[in-house]
């Protein structure tokens, strides 16, 4: 109450001082008459030292605030066409650079990412199918080949982009369900879901490459969205019932992967397909030398799709003889 009656009398003040007194006179009535020297003295003598009192009460509840808006560092001024990033939270990205001393342009992987890949690895390797569930695993793969084979034909970059966005998700299905398994039982997963995210991680890779290569066009982006809600699910349910099984699809799945990139590579060689630069992040990414070609890409992505095959196949052997995947050393950095 004192407060705002001393914040009415500041404001008096302010506006000029027109601050009236009443005196009594004889009648009893009111009079109004201006305040003497010595009254406006002793009121601006009161305002004063009811300022001074407030700003030093008031100092302890008003430092946080500023205390705040200094932490609040002002945003990093951007180059044209850049994007403006707060450093608020004091999170920065160091200075990366590649071995000639250039800077690093990737934000999506880091130079101890990359690597050169096996290009020695078998690629005529095949799991023939002795058990049921091989063979239902092999038949499902085949025909899924049929509509791929209609849909695209020979027109390989769009067939392999279309591959590639399912080839990723298994990695990723398989990796999240041996986590929450892992938490569930308070077990260690020997590696695996590493393993697996890792596998994820290379697919998104080759998916990210073949975009560079290949321009989808929209009823083909349509396509993607429609094949990968339908596998996702689908792979999800197959491995909840059945990990043997569904790690012997993916490894049948990466042997038509394989086919795909040998034909692939001899369309190029024929020159039906014509054999033009490889895109500046496969040429990091693969650690490929600077004047790489799309065939290059293409060698080291069949590569890659070979070590799958064999993680999977391998994965689902693991199943077959009654144990765990926890309970054989995963395959980390296999490439």
């Known amino acids: 109450m004192n407060h705002l009656v001393a914040r009415s009398l500041m404001r008096r003040a302010v506006a000029g001082g027109n601050c009236r007194c009443y005196v009594?006179?004889?009648s009893g009535r009111?009079?109004?008459?201006?305040?003497?020297?010595?009254?406006v003295e002793g009121l601006s003598a009161v305002l004063v030292g009811?300022?001074?009192?407030?700003?030093?009460?008031?100092?302890?509840?008003?430092?946080?605030p500023s205390s705040v808006e200094n932490t609040e560092l002002p945003a990093e001024k951007a180059e044209k066409g850049s994007v403006v990033v707060s450093s608020y939270w004091g999170i920065s990205r160091p200075k990366i650079t590649r071995e000639d001393g250039t800077e690093w342009p990737w934000n999506c992987f880091m130079p101890w990412e990359t690597y050169a890949a096996d290009l020695s690895i078998d690629l005529h390797k095949h799991h023939v199918p002795r058990t049921f569930i091989d063979?239902?695993?092999?038949?499902?793969?085949k025909l899924l080949r049929i509509p791929?084979?209609?849909?695209?034909?020979?027109?390989?970059?769009?067939?392999?982009?279309?591959?590639?966005?399912?080839?990723?998700?298994?990695?990723?299905?398989?990796?999240?369900?041996?986590?929450?398994?892992?938490?569930r039982k308070f077990q260690q997963s020997g590696g695996w879901i590493k393993a697996l995210l890792e596998e994820a991680e290379n697919e998104r890779m080759h998916l990210m490459t073949m975009v560079e290569l290949v321009k989808p066009k929209w009823y083909e982006r349509l396509l993607v969205?429609?094949?990968?809600?339908v596998f996702f699910n689908g792979f999800f349910i197959i491995y909840l019932m059945s990990p043997k099984m569904a790690h012997r699809i993916v490894?049948?799945?990466?042997?038509?992967?394989?086919?795909?990139?040998?034909?692939?590579?001899?369309?190029?060689?024929?020159?039906?397909?014509?054999?033009?630069?490889?895109?500046?992040?496969?040429i990091d990414y693969w650690r490929l030398p600077k004047n790489a070609r799309l065939k290059d890409v293409i060698s080291v992505i069949r590569a890659d799709e070979a070590h799958h095959r064999d993680v999977n196949h391998f994965a689902s052997d693991i199943h077959h003889q009654g144990k765990e995947l926890r309970e054989a050393p995963a395959p980390l950095g296999y490439h």
């Open 148 to 183: 791929t084979d209609m849909f695209f034909k020979r027109r390989y970059g769009c067939r392999a982009m279309m591959l590639e966005t399912v080839a990723a998700v298994p990695g990723m299905v398989g990796g999240m369900l041996l986590h929450l398994r892992s938490l």
């Open 24 to 26: 009594a006179t004889a």
């Open 251 to 282: 490894g049948y799945l990466e042997e038509e992967a394989i086919h795909s990139y040998t034909e692939y590579l001899k369309d190029i060689e024929s020159g039906a397909i014509e054999n033009v630069a490889a895109p500046a992040i496969a």
């Open 225 to 229: 969205l429609t094949v990968q809600g």
């Open 30 to 39: 009111p009079l109004l008459s201006p305040p003497s020297a010595a009254q």
């Open 135 to 141: 063979k239902v695993a092999f038949r499902t793969v």
């Open 50 to 64: 009811w300022r001074r009192m407030m700003s030093s009460a008031a100092e302890p509840t008003s430092s946080p």
